[in-house]
């Protein structure tokens, strides 16, 4: 398994020691550099290339918008700010996640289960082959054999502690997996997890009011800290995998 070489851009001590804390505590990750503003950053990525930025927005001097206008082959990118307002712009300039602070470790290792399976898109986080995005089905275990699930007919997906409910368009299939487990499997750009129980398929979306997402009959909630990012993400047109 080759580990994503990452950096840390923020002029905030505090910031910059609890994200470098955070990589170190994922094997996925190796650290390049722990940088205090982007024009630091730019000297020392362009001696070490970096596939991965943890880059905060509202900096002096650069910001994180021109650090990454600045560079030819800018690296993939998660923002970090403490502004919810910047949620927008932080995707349209195909940011992988957006993260706000005080950032979470649950929220800061979703975050990288994403960069993972946009740059290491063949491998998942235990080193097997994962579904290929060309496949538009697979099997679970239910009812005493397999069953097979198409991509496009899932609604929703629902955690139940040591199982899952997968809701389709016209049935419920319950399986012993976990949805984090079950979260991987799925192909990229097509399905994102607006809560910690919840990931829902982008086109199944009815409409999103407040912190509830509506899919067909079911009104599913959107956890606070995934509001602001899930509902740029889906205005900008950008998804890209959770």
């Given at each position: 398994?080759?580990?994503?070489?990452?950096?840390?851009?923020?002029?905030?001590?505090?910031?910059?020691?609890?994200?470098?804390?955070?990589?170190?505590?994922?094997?996925?990750?190796?650290?390049?550099?722990?940088?205090?503003?982007?024009?630091?950053?730019?000297?020392?990525?362009?001696?070490?290339?970096?596939?991965?930025?943890f880059?905060?927005?509202?900096?002096p001097?650069?910001?994180?918008?021109?650090?990454?206008?600045?560079?030819?082959?800018?690296?993939?990118?998660?923002?970090?700010?403490?502004?919810?307002?910047?949620?927008?712009?932080?995707?349209?300039?195909?940011?992988?996640?957006?993260?706000?602070?005080?950032?979470?470790?649950?929220?800061?290792?979703?975050?990288v289960?994403?960069?993972?399976?946009?740059?290491?898109?063949?491998?998942?986080?235990?080193?097997?082959?994962?579904?290929?995005?060309?496949?538009?089905?697979?099997?679970?275990?239910?009812?005493?054999?397999?069953?097979?699930i198409?991509?496009?007919?899932?609604?929703?997906?629902?955690?139940?502690?040591?199982?899952?409910?997968?809701?389709?368009?016209?049935?419920?299939?319950?399986?012993?997996?976990?949805?984090?487990?079950?979260?991987?499997?799925?192909?990229?750009?097509k399905?994102?997890?607006?809560?910690?129980?919840?990931?829902?398929?982008?086109?199944?979306?009815?409409?999103?009011?407040?912190?509830?997402?509506?899919?067909?009959?079911?009104?599913l909630?959107?956890?606070?800290?995934?509001?602001?990012?899930?509902?740029?993400?889906?205005?900008s047109?950008?998804?890209?995998?959770?």
């Open positions: 398994m080759k580990n994503i070489i990452c950096a840390v851009i923020d002029d905030e001590p505090i910031a910059r020691n609890i994200l470098e804390d955070f990589v170190n505590q994922d094997e996925r990750l190796s650290l390049q550099g722990n940088y205090k503003n982007a024009k630091e950053a730019l000297k020392g990525i362009t001696t070490q290339p970096v596939e991965l930025v880059l905060d927005i509202n900096m001097g650069l910001t994180g918008f021109q650090f990454l206008r600045s560079m030819t082959n800018p690296p993939a990118v998660i923002f970090t700010t403490a502004y919810r307002e910047h949620a927008m712009e932080g995707f349209d300039a195909n940011a992988i996640d957006y993260l706000l602070k005080p950032i979470a470790i649950e929220r800061f290792l979703l975050a289960n994403k960069a993972w399976k946009f740059l290491r898109p063949a491998i998942n986080e235990t080193g097997n082959t994962t579904i290929k995005d060309s496949e538009d089905f697979f099997f679970v275990k239910a009812d005493g054999g397999l069953t097979k198409f991509f496009e007919e899932i609604l929703f997906i629902e955690a139940l502690k040591e199982y899952v409910k997968i809701v389709t368009k016209d049935r419920s299939v319950i399986t012993y997996h976990t949805i984090s487990g079950l979260e991987e499997k799925l192909p990229t750009g399905f994102y997890r607006t809560h910690r129980s919840y990931i829902v398929n982008i086109k199944a979306i009815t409409s999103i009011e407040a912190f509830t997402v509506k899919i067909d009959k079911h009104e909630p959107i956890s606070r800290n995934e509001r602001d990012a899930f509902v740029a993400l889906v205005a047109g950008k998804i890209i995998s959770k």
